[in-house]
């Protein structure tokens, strides 16, 4: 009777235990497992991503960039003409006018300089420029301004305004004083005539 070697036994056992787990890896439940997720998932990423990428665009694109440099050039443009300085002007006078009327309530006053601190007339203004001139208008006045002759324009503004006004003033009193006598002429020549009787001295 042959003996049993244990050793080739054991291995016969390894080998026979290796192909039925094989098999059962290729036709059980693990091999339904391994199926590839459906994508559906992968369209609000997709959609998430187009928005994430306008955005970049709409804030960072060539159109953004263009916007912010006409901003800028408005910008400089307003500094060179003290656009600024006249705002200030502007809301002394107001603050001028509101300050000599009785009607205000108590604190008006602090409460609309507080509102002044945080609103800029220049922030406001910015976007009249932007509509009304193009960005080859905007650096041809800016050439002009920063140039000698236009630096000598803009010293001149307060003068020339200065008399303006007072040619202005003078000018509406000569009218005014032309439009009286042309009513009392024709008030004048509205009222009739006395009749002269006979033997009646003029």
């Not at 997720?37 to 959609?47: H, I, L, T, W």
């Not at 006249?86 to 309530?105: A, N």
């Not at 001149?156 to 007072?166: D, I, N, T, Y």
Request: proline share 6%.
């Amino acid at each position: 009777m042959r003996s049993i070697n244990p050793l080739a036994s054991w291995r016969w056992c390894l080998l026979a235990v290796l192909a039925v787990g094989c098999a059962h890896s290729s036709t059980g439940p693990a091999a339904v497992t391994a199926e590839p997720a459906p994508r559906a998932q992968a369209a609000p990423v997709d959609a998430n991503l187009a928005e994430a990428r306008a955005l970049t665009d709409q804030m960072f694109g060539p159109e953004a960039q263009a916007t912010q440099r006409k901003q800028r050039k408005v910008r400089r443009l307003m500094v060179l003409t003290g656009a600024e300085d006249t705002g200030r002007q502007m809301l002394e006078m107001m603050t001028s006018h509101f300050e000599q009327s009785s009607s205000i309530p108590p604190g008006f006053m602090e409460k609309f300089r507080e509102a002044a601190q945080q609103e800029s007339i220049v922030d406001l203004l910015v976007p009249v420029y932007m509509k009304h001139f193009s960005e080859e208008d905007l650096d041809a006045a800016i050439t002009f301004h920063e140039s000698p002759a236009g630096k000598r324009f803009l010293a001149a503004q307060p003068r020339v305004l200065q008399e303006a006004k007072e040619v202005g003033e003078q000018w509406g009193v000569r009218l005014a004083e032309k439009a009286l006598r042309a009513l009392v002429k024709e008030e004048s020549e509205r009222k009739p005539t006395p009749a002269r009787h006979e033997g009646q001295e003029l």
